[in-house]
């Protein structure tokens, strides 16, 4: 299943995005939902904060994949940041890296980019608990594996 809403460029649209993300995960294992909702705020906070773009969320729930997409239309290249212990901002990124199973930025030829995430997942119809027995989690690394392990990607549009 696949779906996707717009979200205009203000603070609102946060909170907005998660409840869709929620809504479309619905029954999904609380591990999964409550990262999906967490990297769907910091990116759609990036394209309010960052760019003041009004941006599109998709949500794609394969099998064992949920695909996560967030397209805006600005200028402007996601950067990771190393922020310090007491900055407030600056993580976004980083925590996208840290939970997906895979991330990347693909740039469009006319304006504007997507950030995109893939975790892995349970198929609805199964228990969490039968994913852990194959040794995997729910963001398809073993015990102690960094979940990114380098696989961010950033891809150009023809």
């Not at 479309?24 to 394209?47: F, H, I, Q």
């Not at 006319?110 to 995997?136: H, I, N």
């Amino acid at each position: 299943m696949k779906l996707s809403r717009s979200f205009p460029a203000e603070a609102s649209s946060v909170p907005a995005a998660r409840r869709f993300a929620a809504g479309m995960l619905s029954g999904a294992p609380s591990e999964l939902l409550e990262a999906v909702e967490l990297m769907v705020s910091e990116l759609a906070t990036n394209c309010i904060r960052h760019v003041n773009a009004s941006f599109e969320l998709t949500i794609e729930r394969h099998g064992d994949k949920v695909h996560v997409e967030v397209r805006d239309r600005a200028e402007g290249r996601p950067a990771m940041r190393s922020p310090a212990p007491v900055d407030t901002q600056g993580r976004g990124l980083r925590i996208v890296d840290l939970l997906a199973a895979r991330w990347g930025v693909r740039y469009d030829a006319d304006a504007g980019k997507t950030v995109w995430f893939t975790l892995l997942a349970p198929p609805q119809d199964e228990e969490p608990e039968d994913q852990r027995s194959s040794g995997r989690d729910l963001f398809g690394t073993t015990s102690g594996e960094p979940a990114s392990s380098g696989q961010a990607q950033i891809t150009n549009a023809a």
